[in-house]
């Protein structure tokens, strides 16, 4: 659990110093003011970058030579610090001691974060999908995107040799690496996505009061025979100056009934769609870790109905904690909420 956290000079943040408790806290204020802002600084610590695509020296606020959160968690007494300098690029620490990547620092507090941005997860191509399933796996795992940075490289080698058109010798020896490192990122997929699967099934219905029902399904890139079928679709390949088959062809596909989910889904339908993959990362990362991860909500309120909101209310009031926010603290239920806070102006004070 983050129990204290210490954001300075990070986007429209000046200095943040924050006590945190068990339960949900709200933080709530017009928008512009620094509500998201305090949410992508918890998530840079937890994940070592930011859930809005940004490069560290986009985050440091303007003016600033460089940005610093610190965050201390219990019952672990351990204490995080991750920093970006303009001059030098990023630094971690864990418990006083400097880490080498940011690789060697993601995933010590494991937090799910939920924003408008993951209405990609509803309405989204398949391949969004499975980067949530990527980071679920890697907060399980850490050492998982390691592999997946790995794979990652080896499908651009094999995609400059195709575009060069290099020799099928060199082909064969770069295929080689490349074909186990498809194998064992699809693998780890196929192994942890059961669970996921009826966990996003399960939230969806209790968000939605059991009315609809959703499929979603995993459909692998990595065939058993794989080696042989890459080997067949050179030619293909080559012509397209591109690898057409391999893990990063890995997808989750969302249905009603026979309709693609993501073309049909209303607005509300759509944004309960996101909320359940979100709750299902948490439910998984609570089974397998045996803790929870810290469940951050960015302004979930809006284009829900009533009965959705109030299931989603009861679901955010049964996690250890959650740090929302909200535009207008009247539009939820607060006899669930631990502690509220104002945000104005990157000033953040408690709600009287």
């Known amino acids: 659990m983050l129990v204290r956290l210490h954001v300075r000079d990070f986007r429209n943040l000046d200095e943040v110093d924050l006590e945190l408790g068990p339960g949900a806290s709200l933080f709530w204020g017009e928008n512009a003011q620094g509500k998201t802002n305090l949410l992508e600084a918890v998530y840079y610590l937890s994940s070592a970058r930011s859930f809005r695509s940004a490069s560290g020296g986009e985050l440091v606020k303007e003016g600033a030579p460089s940005f610093e959160i610190a965050g201390d968690l219990q019952p672990e007494g351990d204490r995080l610090r991750a920093a970006f300098h303009l001059d030098q690029g990023g630094t971690w620490e864990w418990n006083g001691n400097r880490l080498d990547r940011a690789v060697d620092f993601a995933g010590r507090l494991p937090a799910v974060v939920f924003h408008s941005g993951d209405l990609r997860l509803a309405r989204g191509r398949p391949a969004d999908r499975i980067r949530w399933l990527d980071h679920s796996i890697a907060q399980r795992e850490p050492p998982f995107l390691k592999s997946l940075a790995r794979f990652q490289r080896a499908l651009r080698m094999r995609n400059a040799a195709l575009k060069d058109a290099r020799s099928n010798a060199e082909l064969d020896a770069l295929d080689e690496t490349f074909v186990g490192l498809a194998r064992a990122i699809t693998s780890k997929r196929s192994q942890y996505w059961p669970a996921l ?61 026979n309709l693609d989910a993501g073309a049909v889904a209303s607005e509300g339908q759509a944004r309960s769609l996101a909320l359940a993959f979100k709750i299902a990362q948490v439910r998984f990362l609570r089974s397998e870790l045996g803790r929870d991860p810290l469940l951050l909500l960015d302004d979930v309120w809006g284009e829900l109905d009533a009965s959705r909101r109030s299931a989603l209310e009861t679901l955010v009031a049964a996690s250890p904690q959650v740090l929302a926010t909200a535009t207008d603290a009247g539009r939820t239920n607060l006899k669930g909420w631990t502690a509220a806070w104002k945000v104005k102006a990157g000033r953040i004070t408690p709600a009287a």
């Open 197 to 257: 699967q009826g966990a996003v099934r399960n939230a969806y219905a209790e968000i939605c009061a059991r009315v609809e029902e959703v499929t979603a399904d995993f459909a692998s890139g990595v065939s058993e025979n794989f080696d042989e079928i890459l080997k067949a679709s050179l030619a293909a390949d080559r012509a397209a100056g591109a690898t057409q088959l391999g893990s990063h062809r890995d997808r989750i596909e969302l249905r009603f009934g």
